[in-house]
């Protein structure tokens, strides 16, 4: 498995709170992806990153911000978590170009209350 | 919404039986990519088909790409317990972004 590591690995939280995802991956890889997964729907992307602080929208990024000050690093953050962001959520790596290989990590399950 | 249907939703087979699952975008892909997810694990990458009309195999796998490059399909021959989980197709249109499909779960009866 590629070195991705996601933290925390679980989470609850009320909604209202702030939450924030990190993304970790040690292969140097220059895109980073944030995905939710909700059964029915599949993986849908939240945002994406092609550099360090250069990141585009997804299709599902209303409510979620993410930043990427280094190459390793890639934070998801809800502003103010909602019930309708309970989901599972992935992070992904690919190496230099966006038609290769997505490698996820491990995943969040984050439950809001 | 989603732009990339896959059918179907679920399927159980006896080990042994054959298992297919489709995959369909209303727009031409440049790529389209397959991805196995196991019960409470993370999508792991299986197999990248780009030109029209490509079939690829591994081992029982084998993966289809449309003439039209539309349309894809993933065949499993003769199921093992150690084929269930969810596979998803993930298509790409050109740029940066992979579309998914809803996924197919597959539960395979010893």
């Known amino acids: 498995d590629a070195g991705i590591t996601q933290s925390p690995r679980h989470k609850v939280t009320e909604t209202g709170t702030p939450v924030t995802l990190r993304c970790h991956q040690t292969e140097n890889h220059r895109y980073m992806y944030w995905y939710r997964q909700d059964p029915g729907h599949g993986l849908r992307l939240i945002h994406y990153?092609?550099?360090?602080?250069?990141?585009d929208k997804g299709e599902v990024s209303d409510g979620y911000s993410v930043s990427r000050s280094k190459t390793e690093d890639f934070l998801l953050t809800l502003e103010s978590a909602t019930s309708s962001q309970t989901s599972v959520y992935f992070c992904?790596?690919?190496?230099?170009?966006?038609?290769?290989?997505?490698?996820f990590g491990p995943g969040t399950r984050l439950l809001v209350l | 919404g989603q732009q990339v249907m896959q059918i179907p939703q679920y399927q159980h087979v006896q080990e042994g039986e054959d298992f297919t699952t489709y995959c369909n975008s209303s727009?031409?892909?440049?790529?389209i990519q397959w991805y196995k997810q196991r019960p409470g694990g993370h999508p792991v990458f299986l197999i990248q088909?780009?030109?029209?009309?490509e079939v690829k195999k591994q081992k029982r796998l084998t993966f289809q790409f449309g003439e039209a490059k539309k349309n894809s399909s993933l065949h499993i021959t003769a199921t093992q317990t150690t084929d269930v989980g969810t596979y998803f197709c993930a298509g790409r249109k050109g740029g940066n972004k992979l579309v998914f499909g809803a996924g197919t779960i597959l539960r395979v009866k010893s």
């Open positions: 727009t031409t892909l440049s790529n």
């Open positions: 992904a790596i690919s190496e230099s170009v966006p038609q290769e290989t997505q490698y």
């Open positions: 088909l780009v030109k029209s009309g």
């Open positions: 990153s092609y550099g360090v602080k250069d990141t």
